[in-house]
């Protein structure tokens, strides 16, 4: 049986793939990604990631880190130049999502 946190985190994380299935930073290049799964993988990494920078103390604001922290596991996962700028309405999203 799920406990609610995980029910929350699973939550989280399905939203974060719509902001990214939304946005979808691979344009006509994601329909030749046969395991791209609505970007599974990379809400999972982002999401996990997050939690664990969250979690230390920074003088960075949180929007900061989220936006740093899509633009690097996007450009990690696809050799994408995102740049921080390019990653900023998607960071919004996720950040609103991340403080429900």
Not at 48 to 64: A, Y
Request: some cysteine; overall charge negative.
């Amino acid at each position: 049986m799920k406990s609610e946190e995980d029910k929350k985190t699973g939550r989280q994380i399905e939203e974060i793939k719509d902001v990214l299935t939304d946005w979808n930073p691979l344009e006509e290049y994601s329909k030749k990604i046969t395991d791209l799964n609505n970007y599974d993988i990379e809400a999972n990494d982002i999401y996990f990631n997050i939690d664990l920078e969250l979690e230390l103390p920074t003088k960075h604001g949180h929007l900061k880190k989220v936006q740093r922290m899509i633009r690097e596991v996007l450009n990690g996962a696809f050799d994408l130049w995102l740049s921080d700028e390019e990653c900023l309405e998607a960071a919004i999203k996720i950040n609103e999502i991340l403080k429900k």
